[in-house]
């Protein structure tokens, strides 16, 4: 009854047709939920896969496969997918698509619409519609036509009877678990006990149960109905059941025959030969196994030999031989299980190697690096190094030279405190115990003991420098070498190999040892070669062991070496294994060279704090420019040395004393300022005497050319007394003192660029400067009449001022000799610096000019208020004009020996200018003419005693005085 439900379709037609169309796509629906298996199975289709997946006729002759089941026959006829019989039972395999499959519609007919029909509907529409009528007027009297109408009753009482059913039951999701369901087919109200009611209550179940058996009855009537209508498709298939039988029989009686023939025919001819085949295969892989077993044997014994290698300390035939296990577990014994834990032991060993090289390198470094300073250059173990070096480029640790750096900063320092102890510790008079600290002990040490302190300072690290370049050049060219031999492995690679056809054609030298104990790779090819030879006549395979891929040769065993010698005779192996590229080595090896570099930077660095510390208290600033030269050399001497070492120049030490010398010239310029300024502000401008050293010291200046000895010139100076005059090249200079101060600290400024270049740029602004201030302090003092406040004078005579332009002069004389000086010794570039000497004469001359004008002006006053109360009358020569002359005898008297003759008369030829400018400015006022009268003679008379008296001045004798330019020329 419950599959009854499931199966229950109800027809909404009239016709049989319609009603197999619902059952079918109902059948459709029910195929989701599980279809029957099918009687036989699915062609071949050619496919592999499939072919594999069905059972085997021959194989599985003797155990239960498909083909033993059994299927239920109505089950399989009465299959509620199909909507009719097929005449051919075997199609129904094929399922509804082979029968039902939809037809493409051809591309060369047109494609038909309702709206093709339209004016054919449009025209037989009336006639239908009279048709209709006729039809109901009078109905066929044919016996088809009755037939039918006798059937339509029975079939529109059948689907009547269907429709009283209700809707719920012929729901596709009907199901009496669901409550819902459940209370709508069975009520509640129907079986309620509730007193009073129970007669009623029984009358209303017995009509439910009535109506649900109603229901049941048109159900089972309609199934009989159907089933009375397929009665004939359901005796066709038994027929067709019992042909297929017969078929079958005859088939399986076919099939055993044949079973029976192919069996004797594999007795007779397959066994034989196939045992002959299956017994060469199991000996071929019996000595694989054999092989792949010497070769475990082998490999078991890597990790002693690594164990053996390490306590050697041949790190690199530990990493070879764990490269070449490595190499053979991937290739040769993958998969074996008793190995899968050897690798990553591997790769922890070599990690472990790693961390022993690089703490090996460190030690080595130390201990290099730490020994004693001594004159010796030779590499400490070379080998060991070499080795570690090598071992390290394999590995890709390249930071082994930070190491390496951070090793020599530590030394440096160490070096400069044990030198700094070594020299504290034999002085008497340094307490180390009150003074702790090193560097106080250093300050407290006098000049000349600190600089033989700097001096064994760069004793030490010039031989620190030399033995790291030694160091560094070994393992250059360790890495060049890697270098070299990677490129020719490339060449060689890129050039054509002819490939090998045979084992004889295989170098033994081209197999890497194994292990320490004689075992090689390729001592399975020895066993291996002896019984290919055996089997040598037998048909060659694919499993067969004479192929070269079937030995147990790892790639490994085909890795090329090459002896290469370092520059100390060493010679080392590379192989061909190494993991870094041409472009990381070629960086590896510029900063090995850069480590060069930067031992001397440290160094450099090294030394600056060590001036920087000594220069604390300002030290450095306070020496002589003798000890300050001492100390330039020293350092230069010293910066050679590294740079010939190095080959790049270190610019930190120069650096360092270059500020040095900016302060001590700093230092230098503002003591002898401050002195020259003192000996101005105490100068009261009076010809002093000239001591015999400082005419010695002027006379060291020869040729136009300022020549220093090293040595102090050295006279008998006790005998010599001091002279009045200072001769420079055959002339005299009246001078003050500060003067003669003046040209010995102008001499020690050249003195100090001789010594040290570096600070001639420098000097010569501050010497420019300095002659500025004694130009502009002179002339503040003089013309000025600033030292009648500073120092007290009364007045500023003429004397003072014919002084003061001398000692200027003799300043401008040497101005070309010092230009001179520092020209030979400035860079073209730095040439534009000599201006300074220009400006400087420029303002020399101007106060020279100056000064003259100001004895020109003293004398041009007196002449205007003398010859402002000139008469023309006796006595004769009148008062003015002895006044003038007298004076005019003074100017002489003050001068003369101050200043040159040519000087003198070039003076007194302006002052001669303005007496007659003011006698010709009276002559006019008083209205005297050259007319040979009486105040005409008078004033000749007067002329001429002016003549004779200016005339016979000494030095003036030639003097022309032009006295005719007073008289005014008639018009």
């Known amino acids: 009854m419950a599959s009854s439900h499931r199966l229950l379709t109800v027809p909404h037609t009239n016709t049989s047709d319609d009603f197999f169309k619902k059952e079918m796509e109902s059948g459709k629906h029910l195929r989701l939920l599980r279809s029957l298996p099918d009687v036989c199975p699915k062609e071949p289709t050619g496919d592999s896969s499939t072919l594999c997946d069905s059972p085997s006729v021959i194989a599985d002759q003797h155990r239960w496969t498909i083909y033993h089941s059994q299927v239920n026959l109505p089950a399989a006829l009465n299959d509620p997918r199909l909507a009719k019989r097929e005449s051919d039972f075997f199609t129904k395999t094929w399922g509804l698509d082979f029968v039902d499959s939809e037809v493409m519609p051809s591309f060369y007919l047109p494609q038909i619409v309702k709206e093709h029909f339209a004016p054919y509907l449009q025209e037989t529409s009336q006639r239908e519609k009279i048709h209709e009528k006729s039809k109901n007027v009078c109905p066929p009297k044919d016996n088809f036509d009755r037939t039918l109408l006798s059937l339509t009753p029975s079939n529109d009482k059948s689907r009547t009877d269907v429709e009283q059913l209700p809707k719920i039951f012929?729901?596709?999701?009907?199901?009496l678990e669901d409550p819902l369901t459940f209370n709508a087919v069975l009520p509640w109200s129907h079986f309620s006990v509730a007193g009073g009611?129970?007669?009623?209550?029984?009358a209303s179940s017995r009509l439910l149960q009535e109506k649900l058996s109603h229901y049941l009855d048109i159900v089972e009537v309609n199934i009989a109905h159907q089933i009375s209508l397929r009665s004939e498709a359901f005796f066709h298939a038994m027929t067709s059941q019992h042909e297929l039988q017969d078929y079958l029989k005859k088939t399986s009686q076919a099939v055993k025959m044949l079973r029976d023939k192919i069996s004797q025919i594999d007795k007779v001819m397959c066994e034989g030969s196939l045992s002959i085949l299956r017994l060469a295969l199991a000996r071929n892989n019996c000595v694989k196994v054999y092989n792949k077993l010497k070769l475990m044997a082998t490999v078991h014994q890597t990790q002693p030999t690594v164990q053996l290698l390490l306590s050697t300390s041949e790190f690199v035939g530990a990493l070879d031989l764990i490269a070449t296990t490595q190499e053979v577990l991937q290739q040769e014994l993958q998969g074996i299980h008793s190995f899968r834990h050897l690798g990553s032991q591997l790769c922890e060993m070599e990690k472990l190697i790693d961390k022993m090289m690089i703490a090996e390198f460190s030690t080595y470094a130390h201990s290099d690096l730490s020994r004693p300073l001594e004159e010796d250059y030779h590499v400490l173990e070379e080998e060991r190094l070499i080795s570690?070096?090598?071992?390290?480029?394999?590995?890709?640790?390249l930071h082994f030279l930070e190491l390496y750096n951070e090793e020599m900063i530590a030394v440096t320092k160490n070096i400069i405190k044990q030198c700094v102890v070594n020299t504290v510790s034999q002085m008497e008079e340094i307490d180390t115990e009150a003074v702790v600290k090193l560097a106080d002990q250093m300050r407290m040490m006098t000049f000349s003991q600190w600089s033989e302190l700097l001096k064994d300072i760069f004793v030490k690290?010039?031989?620190f420098i030399k033995r790291v370049k030694a160091t560094v050049s070994v393992i250059r060219s360790v890495v060049l070498l890697v270098l070299d031999k990677s490129q020719k492995t490339r060449d060689f690679e890129g050039a054509s190999i002819p490939k090998i056809s045979s084992r004889s054609q295989i170098n033994e030298g081209d197999v890497t040892y194994l292990t320490h104990e004689g075992m090689f790779i390729s001592d399975a090819f020895c066993e291996r070669e002896t019984s290919a030879t055996d089997l040598s006549t037998e048909p060659c395979s694919s499993d067969s062991v004479s192929e070269p891929e079937c030995t147990t040769d790892s790639s490994s065993s085909k890795e090329q070496t090459s002896s290469s010698v370092t520059p100390g005779g060493i010679e080392i192996t590379i192989n061909e294994d190494m993991k870094l590229t041409d472009l990381e080595l070629g960086k590896v090896a510029n900063s090995i060279q850069e480590l060069l570099y930067t031992a001397s930077d440290v160094c450099h660095d090294r030394c600056v704090k060590f001036l920087l510390a000594r220069a604390k208290d300002g030290f450095l600033e306070k020496l002589s420019s003798s000890e300050f030269l001492a100390l330039s050399r020293a350092v230069e001497e010293f910066v050679q040395v590294t740079e010939q070492v190095c080959g790049r120049r270190s610019t930190s030490l120069r650096g360092a004393l270059q500020s040095q010398a900016n302060r001590f010239?700093?230092?230098f310029h503002e003591e002898r300022k401050t002195k020259l300024s003192l000996l101005l502000d105490n100068e009261r401008w009076k010809q002093a005497d000239v001591p015999a050293e400082f005419q010695d010291l002027v006379d060291s200046i020869s040729d136009g050319k300022i020549v220093l000895h090293e040595k102090k010139i050295v006279t008998a100076t006790e005998d010599r007394k001091p002279a009045d005059c200072l001769i420079v090249d055959g002339q005299t200079y009246a001078v003050?003192?500060?003067?003669?101060?003046?040209?010995?600290i102008i001499l020690e400024y050249c003195q100090c660029v001789d010594d040290i270049p570096s600070i001639t740029t420098d000097m010569l602004t501050r010497l420019s400067d300095l002659l500025k201030y004694f130009n502009s302090k002179s002339c503040q003092l003089v013309l000025g009449a600033g030292a009648l406040q500073v120092v007290g004078l009364k007045t500023i005579t003429t004397k003072n001022l014919a002084l003061a332009s001398r000692c200027l002069q003799l300043i401008v004389h040497y101005i070309p000799i010092l230009r001179a000086h520092f020209e030979s010794r400035l860079q073209p570039k730095q040439y534009s610096m000599l201006r300074h000497f220009d400006h400087i004469t420029k303002d020399y001359n101007d106060h020279i000019a100056e000064i003259?004008?100001?004895?020109?002006?003293?004398?041009?006053?007196?002449?205007?208020?003398?010859?402002?109360?000139?008469?023309?009358k006796a006595p004769v020569p009148s008062t003015c004009f002895r006044n003038c002359c007298k004076q005019m005898a003074k100017m002489h008297d003050a001068i003369y020996d101050l200043l040159p003759e040519e000087q003198t008369q070039m003076l007194f030829l302006r002052i001669n200018a303005s007496f007659k400018l003011h006698l010709k400015k009276q002559l006019a006022r008083l209205n005297v003419v050259n007319d040979g009268g009486p105040q005409y003679g008078l004033v000749s008379s007067d002329v001429a005693f002016y003549i004779g008296n200016t005339q016979g001045l000494k030095g003036l004798e030639t003097l022309d005085l032009n006295m005719a330019e007073i008289w005014e020329q008639k018009r």
């Not at 570690?388 to 640790?397: A, I, M, N, P």
């Not at 003050?736 to 010995?744: E, H, R």
């Open 852 to 872: 003259s004008a100001k004895l020109v002006a003293i004398m041009d006053g007196l002449f205007d208020k003398v010859l402002s109360k000139y008469e023309v």
């Open 665 to 667: 010239v700093h230092r």
């Open 170 to 175: 012929t729901k596709p999701d009907f199901a």
């Open 197 to 202: 009611k129970g007669n009623r209550d029984v």
């Open 736 to 744: 003050v003192g500060t003067v003669l101060m003046l040209i010995k």
């Open 388 to 397: 570690l070096v090598f071992g390290l480029l394999k590995q890709r640790k």
């Open 461 to 463: 690290f010039g031989i």
